[in-house]
């Protein structure tokens, strides 16, 4: 099992399309208003290669997601072709508003579009968390979208962040088992099922033991 974080921002070179490694020299890519933006492949920004996707051996466990609280930005989970955080009548929202899980913790809450260096004299923590957890299971694309519906004329930088932990091989097929028993997916339970295993196994070696000789005795 290994926890993993990503970060995005809208900055690439020369201020425009995406790119694998962010520089120093990176400048401000202008994000889509009211459109999705995937962070992972979405075209802005720093992004990977191939879409995030879980194998046939791997099972992943989303545990935080946030982004910058300006220009009314929000951060989506969606599951192949289904988001995960929806309206109460099923309609479609972008999401976790950055208000509620602000990127980093602490920002400020608001920055102004004449000078982004004035901003809100305020520290926004999150009220906001993951729970219960987001699973993602083997063999599933999974995105993480932002969404602003203000324009961002190359003005602000702007950013998000997922924390998942993914579970492969063997800790992978535990993790589906736990979630057949309904018990949450987190290492320490992934441990304890492991330490289950091995005690019915040792009672079972015990045991085994104990009865040839008990029917070695009795010859």
């Known amino acids: 099992m290994r926890s993993q974080v990503y ?14 490694r962010r520089a120093s020299t990176d400048t401000l890519v202008t994000v889509p208003t009211n459109q999705a933006t995937d962070i992972f492949i979405g075209g802005v920004g720093n992004n990977i290669t191939k879409p995030a996707e879980t194998t046939a051996t791997q099972f992943i466990v989303i545990e935080d997601i946030s982004c910058s609280p300006w220009l009314a930005g929000s951060v989506q989970v969606r599951i192949n072709t289904t988001d995960y955080f929806q309206n109460p009548d099923v309609t ?35 009220s906001f968390d993951l729970y219960p957890d987001v699973y993602v299971l083997p063999g599933q694309v999974f995105q993480i979208l932002y969404t602003s519906p203000q324009a961002n004329a190359q003005t602000f930088c702007v950013m998000a962040f997922v924390k998942y932990t993914l579970y492969d091989g063997p800790d992978a097929l535990i993790a589906n088992k736990l979630l057949e028993l309904g018990v949450t997916i987190n290492p320490n339970n992934i441990d304890w099922y492991k330490r289950s295993l091995i005690e019915q196994q040792t009672r079972g070696a015990v045991a085994a033991t104990a009865a040839a000789a008990t029917n070695g005795g009795g010859a």
Do not use: F, H, I
Not at 7 to 20: D, H, R, V
Not at 98 to 124: F, K, M
């Open 7 to 20: 970060e995005w921002a809208n900055l690439a070179p020369g201020g425009a399309g995406s790119t694998l």
């Open 92 to 126: 479609q929202m972008d999401g976790v508003p950055g208000l509620a899980s602000p990127y980093p913790r602490g920002c400020p809450s608001t920055v102004t579009d004449a000078n982004p260096s004035v901003y809100a004299p305020d520290n926004l923590l999150k």
